[in-house]
């Protein structure tokens, strides 16, 4: 079926760095979305994007987290500063219309 | 507020055993509902999924779920679980929405171990 990448599989930073998660989603996908699960809890909704802007994002989209797909590349989280509780798995997903997501399998961020 | 419970944190199945893995949801109105699995290293995969109709839906590799409005809830079932089955399984949920206000709201997750 349809696959979604994501790169880095695995990121350690210091605290206070920027990091860059990169999403690489279904090619006639138009909807984006971006999950955090932290270790033994539920994955949660962070945001989605469609037609270049942020569509819906929950409160755990802090301030610094931002999200950008230019030119129609990769699909990217951007954390600036990271911050100790930002240490979780970031599920990416997108689909072609509102309901059937496909998921990639995830990039560990664990923030020093 | 809306939620998906999966009551089962772990199980534990021998090869050949039937299975129910149960989510329950809080949700108004009918959600479209979900089953992924989470084979280790890999991306969530979709199962199957509910819209509306037959309450009874199939999915992929045996796989079916029942949709219960009276009791909400979409257990996932097979009849006959084989070792690769070993996997954590999420029951999730969304709204019928349109516009893109499409976000999912997942269930905690059940590990299934399948003994040879």
């Known amino acids: 079926g349809p696959k979604v990448l994501q790169i880095p599989s695995h990121q350690i930073i210091d605290m206070g760095q920027m990091v860059t998660l990169n999403c690489d989603p279904v090619s006639n996908h138009l909807y984006f979305y971006w999950y955090k699960q932290i270790l033994g809890q539920q994955m949660e909704f962070l945001v989605n994007?469609?037609?270049?802007?942020?569509?819906?994002k929950s409160k755990l989209f802090k301030d610094q987290f931002s999200v950008e797909r230019p030119d129609g590349s990769y699909f990217t989280l951007k954390i600036q500063p990271t911050a100790l509780e930002d240490s979780a798995v970031y599920f990416c997903a997108s689909s072609q219309t509102n309901y059937e997501q496909y998921f990639g399998p995830g990039t560990r961020l664990t923030v020093l | 507020a809306q939620s998906v419970t999966q009551p089962d944190a772990r199980v534990t199945v021998s090869e050949g055993a039937s299975l129910q893995l149960r989510c329950k949801y809080s949700?108004?109105?009918?959600?479209?509902l979900f089953w992924y699995v989470q084979y280790q290293r890999q991306g969530l995969q979709l199962l199957l999924k509910y819209y509306s109709g037959d309450p009874v839906v199939q999915g992929v590799n045996g796989f079916e779920a029942e949709f219960s409005k009276s009791d909400s809830s979409f257990h996932l079932r097979k009849a006959s679980v084989h070792w690769s089955d070993s996997a954590v399984y999420f029951c999730?949920?969304?709204?019928?929405?349109?516009?893109?206000?499409?976000?999912?709201?997942f269930g905690q997750g059940t590990v299934l171990s399948v003994i040879p």
């Open positions: 949700y108004s109105g009918t959600p479209y």
């Open positions: 999730a949920a969304s709204t019928m929405a349109t516009g893109g206000n499409n976000k999912l709201t």
């Open positions: 994007f469609y037609n270049g802007k942020v569509m819906e």
